[in-house]
């Protein structure tokens, strides 16, 4: 089987890191909320999107060592490859910031996975031949497709409801802060799921 993972809060959990950094830059005040979403409100009700856009190319270029993996993630996806299971990363992530310091975010999520254990060490769930950044949403579940994942694991709905996403690729929704329906809340679910 083919299992098809996403990256960013799916794999890397960033809880608190946009908060943080935030914060830090000083461009919100203490009271604004600590999840990400609480934080892109705030600049959306300053409308200040731009300074939003600004932070995540922050976030995901020089400041991503500050996300963490998910709690159970390495360990799921170890116990997977250890299966027989061929482990795919499919995300979807320009190259660089539309705004702000050009670092490669691309780069910067590939040396995320070696620090993490995720690549190139001993029992790594991915190889280097198995990193799929796509710039668009389109070319993401297109790659699903090309790729014949017979699952495919994202935080993201409208990934996994995208008119072309593959008829025969089974959705996993991942959503670790707020149980959805139909989703799970922590990767250790998703053996019970695949196994």
């Known amino acids: ?21 935030a914060l830090e830059l000083g ?8 999840s990400k979403s609480e934080v892109k409100a705030y600049f ?28 159970g993630c390495l360990d799921t996806l170890r116990q997977l ?9 499919i995300s979807h992530k320009t190259r660089y910031p539309i705004i702000g310091e050009k670092v490669n975010f691309h780069e910067a999520a590939t040396n995320w996975l070696k620090c993490n254990h995720f690549l190139s060490s001993e029992g790594a769930p991915f190889s280097s031949s198995a ?5 668009q949403l389109d070319l993401k579940v297109s790659k ?21 996403f593959p008829n025969n690729c089974k959705p996993i929704f991942f959503s670790p802060h707020q149980k959805e329906e139909n989703s799970i809340s922590h990767w250790k679910e998703v053996t019970d799921i695949i196994c």
């Not at 461009?27 to 600590?34: A, K, M, N, T």
């Not at 409308?47 to 400041?63: A, D, F, S």
């Not at 990193?131 to 710039?135: C, I, S």
């Open 1 to 21: 089987m083919i299992i098809g993972i996403d990256f960013d809060n799916t794999i890397a959990d960033y809880t608190g890191v946009f908060y943080d950094v």
């Open 27 to 34: 461009w919100i005040p203490e009271s604004v909320g600590q």
């Open 44 to 71: 959306i009700e300053q409308n200040n999107e731009p300074k939003w856009t600004e932070l995540q190319g922050i976030v995901y270029g020089k400041e991503i060592n500050r996300a963490r993996p998910y709690e």
């Open 81 to 89: 490859k250890a299966k027989g299971q061929e482990l795919v990363l």
């Open 131 to 135: 990193l799929f950044y796509n710039e």
């Open 144 to 164: 699903i497709a090309e790729l014949k994942c017979d699952f495919f694991i994202d935080d993201l709905q409208k990934v996994l409801e995208h008119p072309a």
